[in-house]
């Protein structure tokens, strides 16, 4: 496996390992964010999934980014 696929821009140095479970990703390109809590219905990923364990075919659901393109969103307050 190439280690590209396990980089993370913006996300803990590239350490996928190292991004909380419940951490909320937001994509660099459109904005969307996704949340473990919610999972996500476009590619049929449960609620509870964290990023890190999303398939590498996943992509963003709103402007096909790759999963590398998503950082991770540090919440105000």
Request: charged share 20%.
């Amino acid at each position: 496996m190439s280690t590209s696929l396990n980089t993370f821009e913006g996300s803990y140095l590239g350490h996928a390992e190292r991004i909380p479970a419940d951490a909320r990703m937001e994509c660099k390109i459109c904005w969307h964010v996704y949340d473990p809590a919610a999972g996500d219905d476009y590619w049929q990923i449960p609620a509870g999934t964290p990023f890190a364990a999303l398939p590498d075919h996943w992509r963003c659901p709103e402007c096909d980014g790759d999963k590398h393109q998503f950082m991770v969103l540090h919440d105000a307050g």
